[in-house]
């Protein structure tokens, strides 16, 4: 095993776990997952069957990632968020084949106790704050916030707010990372 599983942890048959990977107390990785390298699966999260995982991806406590659900790399999931997969779920009511899909992309992160109301996409290096519920797809590098989210601003790579001057530019303050803010969508600019 590349990986660590905390004795408590439940990993079925089918799974693809990479190298660095920690997964702690009480988890449930379920078949059919692909989790990537240096991962770190908090206490009491499900991963269900089709999940895929990117690496370095950092999943607090108390989170159920569910079928349909997709991560890239470098993603964080608060602790408590929640994913859906059904829009218009009925106990009473089998809809195992209208899952629907939310990829969040690269570098994005998800606050503590958001909600992901499946089939909206998460942006690269968006940023949810917590409490967050999203209800439509996020762009690329916004900050959203409230119930429903709404779209408060823009954030860097590196995990500040960017103010845009006249022209459309911004500057990291710590990074130094450049962006270019045009027809309402982010770019970084080459350093």
Avoid at 18 to 47: A, L, R, Y
Avoid at 49 to 55: I, Q, T, Y
Wanted: hydrophobic share 40%; aromatic share 8%.
């Amino acid at each position: 095993m590349d990986y660590f599983a905390h004795e408590t942890a439940v990993i079925d048959d089918g799974c693809t776990i990479g190298k660095g990977t920690k997964i702690w107390h009480f988890s449930h990785i379920m078949p059919n997952c692909s989790i990537g390298e240096q991962c770190n699966i908090g206490q009491n999260v499900v991963v269900s069957p089709g999940v895929e995982l990117g690496s370095n991806v950092k999943v607090q406590n108390n989170i159920s990632i569910y079928t349909g659900v997709i991560c890239e790399d470098d993603v964080f999931l608060g602790p408590s968020m929640v994913f859906t997969n059904v829009t218009n779920p009925r106990s009473a009511v089998i809809r195992r084949d209208q899952y629907s899909k939310t990829l969040v992309k690269k570098g994005a992160s998800i606050g503590a106790n958001a909600t992901i109301v499946c089939g909206h996409d998460i942006g690269a290096y968006a940023f949810i704050g917590a409490g967050a519920v999203v209800t439509k797809t996020v762009p690329d590098y916004a900050l959203v916030v409230g119930n429903p989210a709404r779209q408060l601003g823009w954030m860097s790579e590196y995990g500040h707010r960017l103010e845009f001057d006249a022209n459309g530019l911004a500057l990291c303050p710590e990074s130094e990372e450049k962006y270019q803010l045009e027809d309402k969508k982010v770019i970084k600019l080459e350093a």
